[in-house]
């Protein structure tokens, strides 16, 4: 069973920045398609972002787009989420996920999960 373990979230202020981090617990990752959701209060989760295995391909939600840059490093099975420029609409938890398929918009088409991490945006 691959666990993920988000780090790096926390509370700063509009047009600050935060990098999340995403450890996987097996190797295999190394292969899988991974990605960023958020969910805020009384929300549906959302996509943010996805990086292909080879991070040769990375897909955005237009809301993020030119702020957010997602990354991975699959020799320490860890992918990043950059966040910059952050306004108060991006206070959410944010959920690291990976899949064994290509990258997908809903929740629903992904594998595997991790807890979470909140960040804040204070305006």
């Known amino acids: 069973q691959v666990q993920l373990v988000e780090s790096g979230g926390g509370l700063v202020q509009t047009g600050g920045s935060l990098r999340l981090s995403c450890a996987a617990s097996e190797r295999t990752v190394s292969t899988y398609t991974m990605g960023w959701f958020r969910q805020a209060p009384g929300k549906e989760r959302e996509f943010v972002a996805a990086?292909?295995?080879?991070?040769?391909?990375?897909h955005y939600a237009d809301s993020v787009k030119g702020r957010f840059a997602i990354s991975r490093d699959n020799a320490k099975n860890t992918v990043y989420l950059q966040m910059n420029s952050l306004k108060p609409e991006d206070t959410a938890v944010y959920y690291c996920t990976a899949s064994t398929s290509l990258y997908s918009y809903s929740a629903y088409d992904w594998a595997y999960w991790g807890q979470g991490t909140q960040v804040t945006v204070s305006s």
């Open positions: 990086i292909s295995w080879s991070s040769t391909n990375t």
